[in-house]
């Protein structure tokens, strides 16, 4: 086993800045006074969702959703595993973790398209029901998800907070990424520069 890089700079940075936009989004959601910085956050989040679908797609090893694609089956044995002591270990996503990813994806798309609808006064109080119970389910996969890495980081007696934020994991020589593709931030960045222009000035 040797230190491999896993993680690419856009996988990283998109994930931590998802954290940041929905965090300032749930704060913001019930203070009229704040009401654009929630609404920015909505589509910055929504800006970062649509970048990480292409990034599923076309991103490197470990961030194609081709390398986590996993039974219903395989997601109950990791976590029968983790629960026995003796969970799998997997170089990048879990079967567990994975499903987890794809919930927070489709919740976060539905809770920005509801956000989006109630803002332009469309549904009117079913829709912002949904909307509300959306968000309130999309924490609920939050707390869930780092309950997992947490129990993960124990169980295999690894830094998966800390390899989310410098990128690099234990694993096989070979294994490992060959770059971390930072180019592509600045596709990232026009997808938010975007985003947030459009939240102010529509």
Request: net charge neutral.
């Amino acid at each position: 086993m040797t230190k491999i890089l896993v993680w690419d700079l856009p996988t990283r940075v998109g994930h931590w800045l998802l954290v940041a936009t929905f965090a300032i989004a749930w704060l913001s959601g019930e203070s009229e006074a704040w009401r654009l910085v929630h609404v920015a956050a909505g589509y910055a989040m929504g800006a970062l969702l649509l970048f990480r679908i292409l990034w599923g797609f076309a991103g490197t090893r470990y961030a194609r959703f081709a390398s986590f694609l996993f039974s219903p089956g395989a997601a109950f044995g990791y976590l029968f595993g983790l629960l026995r002591g003796r969970p799998a270990h997997y170089t990048g996503h879990n079967p567990a973790g994975s499903y987890a990813i794809y919930g927070l994806i489709l919740l976060g798309l539905f809770t920005i398209g509801s956000g989006w609808a109630t803002y332009q006064e469309l549904g009117g109080d079913a829709m912002e029901e949904a909307h509300d119970i959306a968000a309130d389910l999309m924490l609920v996969l939050v707390i869930l998800h780092v309950l997992g890495v947490v129990l993960g980081s124990v169980m295999h007696r690894e830094k998966l907070i800390l390899s989310m934020i410098n990128g690099y994991k234990q694993g096989e020589a070979g294994q490992g990424i060959d770059s971390a593709r930072a180019a592509w931030l600045l596709l990232m960045a026009a997808l938010l520069a975007v985003a947030i222009w459009l939240a102010y000035n529509t």
